[in-house]
C-alpha cells in the first residue's frame, strides 16, 4: 500500500517533526524549554539511556538521540548543534532509510514475485489517478499487488506445490500467474482482443507483459484495468459453471 501510493507510514512523519522541534529547540538556548532540555539531557544515564527505557523522565531526549545514532549522525548528537542543511540531510536521510527497508522487505517476499519486477520507483502509481471507474481500479490494483484469486497466490492457502498451480481454464497445463491469466489464457482471448491494444494480443512475451503493466499512457492504463475488471468478472462465472 505504501509503495502503490508512494507515502511513508505515520511513524516516519512523527520522526521528522520530533526532529524538526529538537532543531527549533536548539536554535532558541534562551529559552525555557531549552533548559527543560539541557536537565533532561543531564539525567541520561550513558549505560541506560534507551527509549526502550519508559521509567525515565528523559525518555525523548534518549529517543532523539537514537534516532540520530540509527540515521548515522552521532556526531551532531555530540556536537549538540545542527544547521538548516544538516536537518535536511538528516530528514532526506530518515526517508531514505524507510524506502530502502521497504525495497528490502518486497525483493525478500516470496510471494511479491510479480510486484517486485514492475515497482522499480518508490511513487505514487499512476493508475490510482487516472483510472476513474472504482471497480476497474481495484481489480488493476488487485493483480499488481498479488491480492488476487489466481490460482498462483490462492493456491498457496490450500498448501499446493508451487508448480501443481495450473490454470484450470485451459489445457496448456501451465501455472495461473499473471502474465499468464493477463496475455496468455485463451479463456480470456476475445476479451483480450476486443479491450487491449493488437500488440499485447500477439506473440505474448513476458517483456510485452512487463511494458503493458508498467506503461504511463492514461489510455493504455484504463484499457488494462478494464480488461482485468472484466476478466475477473468471467472467470468467476467459470469457477461457478
Excluded at 153 to 182: A, P, T, V
Excluded at 200 to 207: E, F, G, L, S
Excluded at 221 to 234: D, G, Q, S
Aim: hydrophobic share 35%; net charge positive.
Amino acid at each position: 500500500m505504501y509503495g502503490e501510493f508512494g507515502r511513508v507510514p505515520l511513524s516516519i512523519i512523527r520522526k521528522e517533526r520530533i526532529l524538526k522541534y529538537w532543531f527549533e529547540v536548539l536554535s532558541n538556548q534562551n529559552s525555557l524549554v531549552y533548559r527543560m532540555y539541557k536537565m533532561e539531557m543531564d539525567r541520561l544515564d550513558t549505560t541506560s539511556d534507551s527509549i526502550n527505557n519508559r521509567n525515565t523522565c528523559a525518555s525523548w531526549v534518549a529517543a532523539i538521540k537514537d534516532l540520530l545514532y540509527n540515521l548515522g549522525f552521532a556526531y551532531i548528537w555530540n556536537s549538540q548543534s545542527v544547521t538548516n542543511l544538516q536537518l535536511r540531510l538528516i530528514i532526506e536521510r530518515l526517508y531514505d532509510q524507510y524506502i530502502q527497508n521497504w525495497y528490502g522487505s518486497v525483493n525478500q517476499s516470496s510471494k511479491l514475485v510479480t510486484y517486485k519486477t514492475l515497482k522499480t520507483q518508490f511513487q505514487c502509481e499512476k493508475y490510482l489517478s487516472c483510472v476513474q471507474n472504482n471497480n476497474h481500479r481495484i481489480a488493476l490494483s488487485r493483480l499488481r499487488c498479488s491480492a488476487h484469486k489466481l490460482v498462483i497466490e490462492e493456491g498457496r492457502y490450500r498448501n499446493i506445490e508451487k508448480d501443481m498451480r495450473l490454470c484450470q481454464f485451459c489445457s496448456m497445463n501451465i501455472l495461473e500467474n499473471e502474465y499468464h491469466f493477463l496475455l496468455v489464457c485463451p479463456a480470456y482471448r476475445e476479451i483480450r482482443k476486443s479491450i487491449l491494444p493488437n500488440y499485447y494480443c500477439r506473440w505474448p512475451t513476458a517483456t510485452k507483459f512487463t511494458q503493458i503493466m508498467t506503461d504511463t499512457q492514461s489510455g493504455i492504463i484504463k484499457r488494462l484495468a478494464k480488461f482485468v475488471y472484466v476478466a475477473f468478472e468471467k472467470r468467476k462465472l467459470l469457477l461457478q459453471n
